[in-house]
């Protein structure tokens, strides 16, 4: 079989997900013997250019860049994770659920105490993505195949998952590893 | 002036904090609220911090912290007021008061709120104002009402008919609620005489031997939940405390119940018997009415009942002449939670405090109120205790079935002619009460309320007993015209959502997955996949720690069960998954606010 590929990506989420991706430290090294990376951040891949197997999906949708990059994932990987709170129940960016999109975009742009904009400009352009009326977790805009819990998931866990995935054994998933605290 | 009367009511309870409902109430029936500077000198006072203050009143819905309107009207929301027409009587009282619900007119005048059902399903749809009852709203009433509100009239003016049959006439009370007893059995039978039962046989018998007779009538309790009472009544005796306490649960919130109410109306004396027994049988001095806030307008009558028992010797001190003999009953007050009808959270609610459920053990009959030993029994429990002891377990037995003996008083209503209440023996078939009722073309029937079970034509064969189908007494009728799903199974639905207290994380959380569930099932994105989560997710509601977490997704599980098709109809066959995000709904308040059209 050739090797697997695996993209990832974060959408609204802070990186974290990623960088505890990298504290599997020296075991990258096996995993890039294991698979190939695709549109990803670790080898800086912007667009797909081949279908993928595996999908890691950090953070939640805050606007429509995200739902279109979701989607997108969606139809080019056989398997998509949603990878970190974030990602499962929308985590910190979706503590805005509760407050309207009005008055977080108010309060970020006219009335904040550091806001200086005495012209009022609002960022409307159309290039930029348009926010969403709260942050969705990834498995309410697409079907997502497993969920990694953590904030950030363990680097063990990211690990075993993938070692699991890609050589198609069970894997172990102690209390420790999904505890929620 | 305004700390005056907080000082005074704090003086007036002591400075307990225990009593801090109480002086909540008191407090709010001055100023029509609770102020921020009335939380500071009550948390400076009690010793408690204002947040401690503040839970309790944001816990209970008819405790505000905000000015309500000189009238509040609370709008009953319940599912039989919707069926009677609730929707449109909301939208009349918006029309003629010119706010929406949850508002308050400029003038202050006029407030409107939804509740919880108050216990009238039997003549909806009705609403509380100012503590009155209003029942059989109709659109010609409400402004009348709204009319006589704008020129200040008393509340008490703006009924329009005569007063309520039985005691809801006395003047007393003065309610048009009406009792609509249907079928009367030992319970509601008018040859009751208060006192015969502790005079004539109480006093001749030893605490151990009322146990005994008790147990051997093999009552359970009545509430609900069906723990034999006689074996709540041993434990009590047999735990040791320097001061035990009986409880009256008069909580009743299951929607659709309303049996209590007629019982406190016409049988207050039997309820207050049935205390001051199970009080001499476990060795008890003080009793507490628990009695939810909706049945307020009963509170002269029943404090005037109390005071009539003292002045017969059926309360005080050495009760009917048994030497050392002392209990006395007080009422307390709810605030409106469903949650304090489960009792534990009774208890902690009559301490003042948020009504979130105990963990147990222990049980109240070992550390109950205050920490000491405590029965809490429900209305029709406390009222059949006495029937019992006036006519001996042999006879009681007689009544109902093998294991479930006795009567049930049933709270009927919806889609049948005659809505009321029913006291019958264990053991009649829901097709026996269909017709007992006049109910036609019935489409299914809800037993014991939300937390109950929603029961088809094909199981309509099934008996009342604690053995198939157990019921707190609440029957709801739905005939062919009414939508199942998007009436019956969501309004109960958004009820859990409302009245969880909260503190376990699947019960706070999963009612409210549910009703996304069924919004997305009811705008035709549903998929096959949803009805497996459902399936799922309801499962985890067992380890929630109390009765109302246990069942709050009965009403989707039992449905979807007992009627899939419905479900089946609406979802669509052959997608896999379908999220229900509306990408144009989600981005049209940010566009508004940026002034940009959204291009998706």
């Given at each position: 079989?050739?090797?697997?590929?695996?993209?990832?990506?974060?959408?609204?989420?802070?990186f974290g997900c990623h960088m505890s991706f990298l504290d599997i430290d020296e075991r990258i090294l096996d995993l890039i013997e294991l698979v190939e990376f695709n549109k990803s951040p670790i080898d800086d891949?912007?667009?797909?250019?081949?279908?993928?197997?595996?999908?890691?999906?950090?953070?939640?949708?805050?606007?429509?860049?995200?739902?279109?990059?979701?989607?997108?994932?969606?139809?080019?990987?056989?398997?998509?994770?949603?990878?970190?709170?974030?990602?499962?129940?929308?985590?910190?960016?979706?503590?805005?659920?509760?407050?309207?999109?009005?008055?977080?975009?108010?309060?970020?742009?006219?009335?904040?105490?550091?806001?200086?904009?005495?012209?009022?400009?609002?960022?409307?352009?159309?290039?930029?993505?348009?926010?969403?009326?709260?942050?969705?977790?990834?498995?309410?805009?697409?079907?997502?195949?497993?969920?990694?819990?953590?904030?950030?998931?363990?680097?063990?866990?990211?690990?075993?998952?993938?070692?699991?995935?890609?050589?198609?054994?069970?894997?172990?998933?102690?209390?420790?590893?999904?505890?929620?605290? | 002036?305004?700390?005056?009367?907080?000082?005074?009511?704090?003086?007036?309870?002591?400075?307990?904090?225990?009593?801090?409902?109480?002086?909540?109430?008191?407090?709010?029936?001055?100023?029509?609220?609770?102020?921020?500077?009335?939380?500071?000198?009550?948390?400076?006072?009690?010793?408690?911090?204002?947040?401690?203050?503040?839970?309790?009143?944001?816990?209970?819905?008819?405790?505000?912290?905000?000015?309500?309107?000189?009238?509040?009207?609370?709008?009953?929301?319940?599912?039989?007021?919707?069926?009677?027409?609730?929707?449109?009587?909301?939208?009349?009282?918006?029309k003629e008061s010119g706010i929406k619900f949850g508002e308050v007119t400029k003038d202050g005048q006029i407030s409107l709120h939804y509740t919880s059902c108050i216990g009238m399903s039997d003549q909806e749809?009705?609403?509380?104002?100012?503590?009155?009852?209003?029942?059989?709203?109709?659109?010609?009433?409400?402004?009348?009402?709204?009319?006589?509100?704008?020129?200040?009239?008393?509340?008490?003016?703006?009924?329009?008919?005569?007063?309520?049959?039985?005691?809801?006439?006395?003047?007393?009370?003065?309610?048009?609620?009406?009792?609509?007893?249907?079928?009367?059995?030992?319970?509601?039978?008018?040859?009751?005489?208060?006192?015969?039962?502790?005079?004539?046989?109480?006093?001749?018998?030893?605490?151990?031997?009322?146990?005994?007779?008790?147990?051997?009538?093999?009552?359970?309790?009545?509430?609900?939940?069906?723990?034999?009472?006689?074996?709540?009544?041993?434990?009590?005796?047999?735990?040791?405390?320097?001061?035990?306490?009986?409880?009256?649960?008069?909580?009743?919130?299951?929607?659709?119940?309303?049996?209590?109410?007629?019982?406190?109306?016409?049988?207050?004396?039997?309820?207050?018997?049935?205390?001051?027994?199970?009080?001499?049988?476990?060795?008890?001095?003080?009793?507490?009415?628990?009695?939810?806030?909706?049945?307020?307008?009963?509170?002269?009558?029943?404090?005037?009942?109390?005071?009539?028992?003292?002045?017969?010797?059926?309360?005080?001190?050495?009760?009917?002449?048994?030497?050392?003999?002392?209990?006395?009953?007080?009422?307390?007050?709810?605030?409106?939670?469903?949650?304090?009808?489960?009792?534990?959270?009774?208890?902690?609610?009559?301490?003042?405090?948020?009504?979130?459920?105990?963990?147990?053990?222990?049980?109240?009959?070992?550390?109950?109120?205050?920490?000491?030993?405590?029965?809490?029994?429900?209305?029709?429990?406390?009222?059949?205790?006495?029937?019992?002891?006036?006519?001996?377990?042999?006879?009681?037995?007689?009544?109902?079935?093998?294991?479930?003996?006795?009567?049930?008083?049933?709270?009927?209503?919806?889609?049948?002619?005659?809505?009321?209440?029913?006291?019958?023996?264990?053991?009649?078939?829901?097709?026996?009460?269909?017709?007992?009722?006049?109910?036609?073309?019935?489409?299914?029937?809800?037993?014991?309320?939300?937390?109950?079970?929603?029961?088809?034509?094909?199981?309509?064969?099934?008996?009342?007993?604690?053995?198939?189908?157990?019921?707190?007494?609440?029957?709801?009728?739905?005939?062919?015209?009414?939508?199942?799903?998007?009436?019956?199974?969501?309004?109960?639905?958004?009820?859990?959502?409302?009245?969880?207290?909260?503190?376990?994380?699947?019960?706070?959380?999963?009612?409210?997955?549910?009703?996304?569930?069924?919004?997305?099932?009811?705008?035709?994105?549903?998929?096959?996949?949803?009805?497996?989560?459902?399936?799922?997710?309801?499962?985890?509601?067992?380890?929630?720690?109390?009765?109302?977490?246990?069942?709050?997704?009965?009403?989707?599980?039992?449905?979807?069960?007992?009627?899939?098709?419905?479900?089946?109809?609406?979802?669509?066959?052959?997608?896999?998954?379908?999220?229900?995000?509306?990408?144009?709904?989600?981005?049209?308040?940010?566009?508004?606010?940026?002034?940009?059209?959204?291009?998706?």
């Open positions: 079989m050739s090797r697997p590929i695996i993209a990832t990506t974060s959408l609204a989420g802070c891949i912007k667009t797909f250019t081949k279908d993928c197997d595996i999908g890691l999906i950090e953070g939640g949708c805050c606007n429509t860049e995200n739902i279109h990059i979701l989607k997108e994932f969606r139809k080019k990987c056989k398997i998509l994770i949603s990878f970190g709170e974030c990602a499962i129940m929308g985590g910190l960016p979706a503590l805005r659920n509760d407050i309207s999109v009005k008055e977080c975009l108010a309060e970020a742009y006219l009335d904040g105490i550091s806001t200086v904009n005495k012209e009022e400009i609002l960022p409307n352009d159309e290039e930029l993505p348009m926010i969403l009326n709260k942050v969705y977790p990834c498995h309410e805009v697409v079907k997502m195949d497993y969920h990694l819990p953590g904030c950030p998931p363990r680097a063990d866990l990211i690990w075993d998952v993938l070692h699991a995935l890609i050589l198609g054994t069970d894997v172990e998933l102690p209390y420790e590893v999904v505890k929620y605290d | 002036m305004t700390k005056d009367f907080v000082h005074q009511t704090i003086k007036k309870f002591n400075s307990d904090s225990y009593r801090l409902l109480d002086m909540l109430l008191d407090i709010q029936q001055e100023y029509g609220y609770i102020s921020k500077d009335n939380i500071s000198v009550l948390a400076g006072e009690l010793n408690q911090s204002e947040a401690d203050i503040g839970q309790t009143i944001t816990f209970y819905h008819f405790l505000r912290s905000k000015p309500q309107g000189k009238y509040s009207i609370y709008l009953n929301n319940s599912i039989v007021s919707k069926m009677m027409g609730m929707d449109k009587i909301a939208r009349q009282f918006e749809p009705a609403a509380i104002i100012n503590e009155k009852i209003f029942t059989n709203l109709t659109t010609f009433r409400v402004k009348e009402i709204v009319l006589a509100m704008r020129q200040g009239k008393p509340v008490e003016s703006m009924y329009c008919t005569n007063f309520g049959g039985g005691k809801n006439s006395s003047p007393l009370v003065e309610s048009v609620v009406r009792n609509n007893i249907r079928r009367s059995g030992p319970l509601l039978q008018l040859n009751y005489v208060p006192g015969q039962v502790l005079q004539n046989k109480v006093s001749l018998m030893s605490p151990d031997e009322v146990i005994s007779e008790i147990k051997d009538s093999h009552l359970r309790g009545r509430g609900g939940a069906g723990f034999p009472t006689g074996l709540k009544w041993q434990f009590c005796r047999r735990a040791k405390g320097a001061r035990k306490f009986i409880f009256c649960n008069a909580d009743e919130g299951e929607p659709g119940t309303f049996k209590d109410r007629v019982l406190l109306t016409e049988k207050p004396e039997m309820v207050f018997e049935g205390m001051t027994v199970a009080a001499y049988a476990v060795g008890a001095k003080e009793g507490i009415l628990y009695l939810r806030y909706e049945y307020k307008y009963l509170e002269t009558y029943l404090k005037q009942v109390l005071q009539d028992l003292h002045g017969k010797n059926l309360l005080g001190e050495n009760i009917s002449g048994i030497s050392g003999f002392d209990f006395d009953i007080r009422i307390q007050y709810g605030a409106g939670a469903y949650i304090c009808g489960e009792e534990s959270s009774l208890i902690e609610s009559a301490e003042g405090k948020r009504g979130e459920p105990r963990p147990r053990p222990p049980f109240p009959v070992e550390k109950g109120y205050l920490g000491y030993p405590t029965i809490v029994n429900n209305v029709e429990t406390l009222c059949s205790t006495v029937t019992i002891l006036q006519n001996g377990a042999n006879w009681y037995r007689e009544l109902g079935t093998d294991e479930s003996t006795g009567t049930k008083v049933l709270s009927i209503s919806g889609d049948c002619l005659y809505p009321g209440i029913y006291e019958l023996e264990w053991g009649f078939s829901i097709n026996d009460i269909l017709e007992m009722s006049g109910a036609e073309s019935t489409q299914a029937v809800q037993v014991g309320g939300p937390s109950g079970a929603l029961v088809p034509p094909s199981q309509f064969n099934r008996i009342l007993c604690y053995s198939d189908l157990a019921t707190g007494g609440s029957l709801i009728i739905f005939n062919q015209t009414r939508d199942l799903l998007r009436d019956v199974v969501m309004n109960f639905t958004e009820f859990f959502v409302e009245e969880s207290c909260g503190s376990c994380v699947p019960c706070r959380n999963i009612p409210a997955l549910l009703k996304k569930k069924l919004e997305k099932i009811q705008a035709g994105d549903g998929v096959r996949e949803d009805l497996k989560e459902i399936e799922e997710w309801s499962n985890i509601m067992q380890i929630n720690r109390c009765g109302l977490g246990h069942t709050a997704a009965n009403p989707v599980i039992t449905s979807l069960k007992n009627f899939r098709k419905l479900y089946e109809a609406l979802i669509q066959k052959d997608v896999n998954f379908d999220s229900g995000i509306d990408l144009s709904a989600a981005v049209a308040e940010s566009c508004e606010f940026v002034d940009r059209i959204p291009q998706l």
